[in-house]
């Protein structure tokens, strides 16, 4: 428990990029006002410690729990509820207003057990707003059944640490762990994360969110989502998601994040996709690493990198690089033709599926298992040649076509090669 109360005392985060897209400004009634933030309890510039007491709150625009001007506040055992509504979903996505428990710019809350409830809409959990704005919770849950409401939510640089909470929400545009506008960080450690809403992932990452021993379920979206330039690291975690994809990567070009390279890494734990592609990525740049990762996508696609409803038409393709460390992958790899994959497989990892458009990289320790015809834009391949066949290629029978006018494909010397198990790489 040193860490916490070390980040409690101390941490100032500077501003980062980032946030994710909300639900239409008016979805809760009028046009975006000017923000109101307060709180049924408020702790203004001073210092408080409280337990076994309930905050509750049934007014619109007003937080359970505002600590703000540099405020210190400890809660242990404490009950929050509320059932306001937002007049503004852009002011509580951005900046925290109508939250169970806010904390603004160089403020700090500490929460020990308890509960925080909300259910009106746009009303988050707990939301830390602005650089220097701290909330730790260990123990205890989270829940947001409204529609936009996330659970643990930072904005404009503000900081959590998530420990062992059980989170919950219900609606559309819900995501459980979320960042949104000028981002954050967040660090969950364990925990059980549930959403249940439409377009209301496990995760979205508009900042940078890192997990460990955590388990997260989304019923109704994806597992989760990066957008812009900002980062999810997962370890030893297990992520469900139902609708859309795994994990998508993408920009939307709203204004919520800056920048077009999203970074996605997991180390143990495992990752699922009950619909689509495992990882998604749409008019951004995708840096993706596995290791040792349980990998499933139902769909049989792996990774699909391609032009979708973000961005310019013909500009908005997909670009993965996708490193696999000592890692079992299987489904298909895809790009369309304004996108591009490129995949590295190495540390005694495997690929079982079919290749199309994308580039493959193996070492001298790890192997591809071809289930369909595939075409390559370029293949490294360092296991050597036996005679007339490549090694660590096991063709089943299939074709494989290579680009004979890249530099990268010189040492195939435009041949066509035997594959281990029957089957053949040759130039298009």
């Given at each position: 428990?040193?860490?916490?109360?070390?980040?409690?005392?101390?941490?100032?985060?500077?501003?980062?990029?980032?946030?994710?897209?909300?639900?239409?400004?008016?979805?809760?009634?009028?046009?975006?006002?000017?923000?109101k933030l307060s709180g049924a309890f408020t702790v203004n510039g001073t210092a408080r410690t409280v337990a076994d007491k309930t905050f509750s709150s049934d007014a619109n625009d007003v937080s359970g729990v505002y600590v703000c001007n540099g405020g210190n506040l400890i809660l242990s055992n404490v009950t929050?509820?509320?059932?306001?509504?937002?007049?503004?979903?852009?002011?509580?996505?951005?900046?925290?207003?109508?939250?169970?428990?806010?904390?603004?710019?160089?403020?700090?809350?500490?929460?020990?057990?308890?509960?925080?409830?909300?259910t009106g809409g746009g009303a988050n959990g707990l939301f830390a707003y602005g650089p220097g704005a701290f909330a730790a919770m260990t123990g205890g849950s989270i829940t947001a059944t409204g529609a936009g409401g996330h659970g643990p939510m930072a904005s404009g640089g503000g900081t959590l640490a998530i420990t062992n909470v059980i989170i919950t929400t219900s609606r559309i545009h819900g995501g459980a762990v979320a960042t949104d506008r000028g981002g954050g960080t967040i660090w969950v450690s364990g925990g059980t994360i549930?959403?249940?809403?439409?377009?209301?992932?496990?995760?979205?990452?508009?900042?940078?969110?890192?997990?460990?021993?955590?388990?997260?379920?989304?019923?109704?979206?994806?597992?989760?989502?990066?957008?812009?330039?900002?980062?999810?690291?997962?370890?030893?975690?297990?992520?469900?998601?139902?609708?859309?994809?795994?994990?998508?990567?993408?920009?939307?070009?709203?204004?919520?994040?800056?920048?077009?390279?999203?970074?996605?890494?997991?180390?143990?734990?495992?990752?699922?996709?009950?619909?689509?592609?495992?990882?998604?990525v749409n008019n951004t740049r995708g840096i993706i690493h596995l290791q040792n990762v349980k990998l499933s996508a139902a769909s049989g696609v792996l990774v699909s990198a391609a032009a979708a409803r973000?961005?310019?038409?013909?500009?908005?393709?997909?670009?993965?690089?996708?490193?696999?460390?000592?890692?079992?992958?299987?489904?298909?790899?895809?790009?369309?033709?304004?996108?591009?994959?490129?995949?590295?497989?190495?540390?005694?990892?495997?690929?079982t599926g079919a290749v199309q458009n994308a580039a493959l990289a193996l070492d001298g320790t790890s192997e591809w298992n071809v289930t369909a015809d595939s075409t390559l834009t370029s293949l490294a391949d360092a296991s050597g040649i036996s005679g007339d066949t490549l090694n660590n290629i096991r063709g089943n029978g299939h074709s494989v076509r290579y680009k004979t006018n890249l530099p990268a494909n010189r040492w195939l010397g435009g041949k066509t090669w035997n594959l281990v198990g029957g089957g053949m790489l040759a130039p298009e």
């Open positions: 428990m040193a860490w916490l109360f070390s980040l409690f005392l101390a941490i100032s985060v500077p501003a980062q990029d980032g946030p994710p897209g909300p639900p239409p400004d008016g979805m809760f009634g009028g046009a975006r006002a000017a923000a929050v509820t509320t059932t306001g509504n937002t007049s503004s979903q852009d002011n509580s996505s951005f900046l925290g207003q109508n939250a169970g428990v806010l904390v603004t710019k160089n403020s700090r809350v500490a929460i020990f057990g308890g509960s925080i409830n909300t549930t959403t249940h809403g439409q377009d209301s992932p496990g995760i979205y990452s508009t900042g940078n969110i890192i997990a460990e021993n955590a388990t997260f379920t989304a019923t109704g979206s994806e597992g989760a989502v990066i957008e812009g330039r900002n980062s999810i690291a997962l370890k030893n975690c297990a992520m469900a998601g139902a609708l859309k994809c795994g994990v998508m990567i993408y920009q939307s070009f709203s204004g919520d994040a800056e920048g077009r390279e999203g970074a996605f890494s997991m180390a143990g734990g495992s990752l699922s996709a009950a619909q689509g592609p495992l990882f998604f973000w961005g310019r038409s013909g500009s908005n393709g997909g670009h993965v690089e996708l490193t696999a460390e000592n890692q079992t992958l299987t489904g298909d790899i895809n790009a369309d033709k304004i996108s591009s994959v490129t995949a590295a497989l190495t540390n005694h990892s495997a690929l």
